[in-house]
């Protein structure tokens, strides 16, 4: 028997750090799958001890539907995404009335307890202040501090309870069962199980702060005092990178796709992939200073937190600030890493001595061939991206680097004709229209040679565009400073001195060259 289920799944693009953004690369929209749930006799043994591992954190169910054995769902094939609320109803609405469909009523049982329901529910309780008090006499104004407050408190207790359940239904079992090893769960993982301690301290202060009328007065000398714990997120989101890398290759691996394909089936994870927990701590992070910001705004003049919020806002940006710059750093330094290169000649200097990475993505070139393209904070690499058996996925770079201080840029106006074979049809589909293009050169004599470079739409060509500007601007006004010292540190004292006078008339030079 055949039980058919029909949903829409959708794929989307998850940061990592909100910090860079990503341009050029765009995931299309996968077509509606229909969903075949099959009834098997034959189960797996190594899906039963899955089960088992899973089995605390396992919603109840209380309909008596004939049992379905096994899932052979195409969600975990598909890209994780983080399902907005309404598809999530849609998608459970849609799969009630298939099962009841061909449901027939079973002998009596007695059902199981309520008691033994999962802590993990399908969807978050989307409760506010006002919905826990019976009566208030409080302004408008302070109902909305309230209500800020109150979401400050629940998102450190959602917090908390996806990153035990990230402990418990992810990384002991697949310690447990073998799927991965100690060391690997270990750089997937990072300090992730340090931050729980850390965020129960923060909720276990708020939750003293409130009174006997569920309201909390002074929130910001306590927020002063807990910021500093976020320097803890550094380590936490530098290892991200990494991170990411070797679980996206550790999913090609049997055995570890179909650990992650159960878990995500289940009602715990609420639709969510592994990736989309392990986020969650950066997700939080840059939450804060929005928060502090909404608190401030009802705060009303003469209120006790009037001076001592800017002090905590201003100290969580900061901390912010100095997590993007060390993830930045990262990040710049994992891709420094993955690149391969043809010759000696591609090693430019400026490549080592970049500290971030401006933006990296999927562009393609006159040919129609697709390219890795990398934006350094001193030079721009074209690669084609491959596989290594020991280092996972690498970039093998495509023809000269070229340092950001002598790129020429160009916009390609769309509708303009690609003239002189220029462009091919093989991406243009035989018109003889371009859209979407601009074109890098070389001012100097660099091995580099022009490049017309296509992006997935405007707006994506558009954020190149925007940062390549800046790189080239930044290191322009970087190469002409560090000529100024290097003048400054070799140059005759006389000529130094004249070379500091400003120049506003001829007489004024001619004064000081006669003395």
Not at 90 to 107: K, V
Not at 212 to 234: D, R
Not at 238 to 246: F, M, T
Not at 262 to 268: A, D, G, R
Request: hydrophobic share 30%; proline share 6%.
């Amino acid at each position: 028997m055949e039980v058919e289920e029909t949903g829409e799944t959708r794929t989307s693009c998850t940061a990592m750090l909100e910090t860079h953004s990503i341009p050029g690369k765009k995931r299309k929209q996968d077509p509606d799958p229909v969903v075949r749930i099959v009834e098997d006799e034959e189960e797996d043994e190594e899906d039963e001890m899955m089960s088992d591992q899973m089995g605390d954190s396992e919603e109840p169910s209380n309909k008596r539907v004939k049992p379905v054995v096994k899932s052979n769902s195409l969600t975990g094939v598909l890209t994780p995404v983080k399902t907005p609320a309404l598809k999530r109803i849609g998608q459970s609405i849609s799969r009630s009335i298939s099962f009841r469909t061909e449901a027939r009523p079973l002998p009596p049982a007695p059902l199981r307890s309520r008691s033994k329901a999962s802590s993990y529910p399908r969807r978050r309780n989307s409760q506010c202040w006002s919905d826990t008090v019976e009566s208030h006499d409080l302004t408008a104004k302070e109902i909305k501090r309230q209500e800020v407050i109150y979401e400050l408190t629940q998102g450190e207790r959602q917090l908390i309870d996806d990153l035990s359940l990230v402990k418990k239904v992810y990384y002991e079992p697949m310690l447990t069962l073998d799927i991965m090893t100690k060391s690997e769960l270990g750089q997937i993982f990072g300090t992730l199980d340090s931050l729980i301690p850390l965020h129960q301290d923060l909720l276990g202060r708020l939750d003293r702060l409130r009174g006997s009328g569920k309201t909390i007065g002074q929130v910001g000398p306590t927020l002063m005092n807990w910021f500093p714990c976020l320097e803890a997120y550094v380590i936490y989101c530098r290892n991200q990178v990494g991170a990411k890398a070797l679980l996206d290759q550790k999913k090609q691996e049997k055995k570890v796709e179909r650990f992650l394909r159960l878990c995500q089936e289940s009602s715990f994870s609420r639709k969510l992939d592994l990736w989309n927990f392990l986020d969650l701590p950066r997700s939080r992070l840059v939450k804060y200073p929005l928060l502090l910001k909404e608190i401030q705004k009802c705060t009303p003049p003469e209120h006790p937190d009037e001076d001592s919020l800017p002090d905590a806002l201003e100290l969580v940006q900061s901390i912010v600030a100095e997590v993007n710059k060390n993830t930045g750093e990262a990040e710049c330094q994992f891709y420094r890493q993955g690149l391969v290169y043809l010759e000696d000649g591609q090693r430019l200097q400026e490549i080592q001595l970049s500290r971030y990475l401006y933006c990296h993505g999927e562009l393609k070139n006159n040919k129609g061939q697709r390219l890795h393209v990398f934006l350094f904070e001193l030079a721009l690499v074209l690669t084609r991206p491959g596989e290594d058996r020991e280092r996972g996925q690498v970039f093998h770079v495509y023809r000269q680097p070229l340092p950001n201080a002598l790129i020429n840029l160009e916009e390609i106006p769309d509708g303009e004709p690609g003239g002189g074979g220029t462009f091919r049809g093989a991406f243009t589909g035989g018109n003889d229209k371009v859209k979407n293009f601009f074109r890098v050169s070389s001012r100097g004599r660099s091995k580099f040679h022009p490049y017309s470079l296509q992006a997935n739409d405007s707006f994506s060509r558009q954020q190149w565009i925007t940062c390549l500007r800046q790189a080239i601007v930044q290191s322009r006004d970087r190469s002409a400073q560090t000529s100024q010292s290097q003048l400054s540190l070799h140059a005759d004292p006389a000529l130094y001195h004249i070379a500091q006078l400003s120049l506003n008339s001829d007489t004024e030079m001619a004064d000081h060259t006669c003395r």
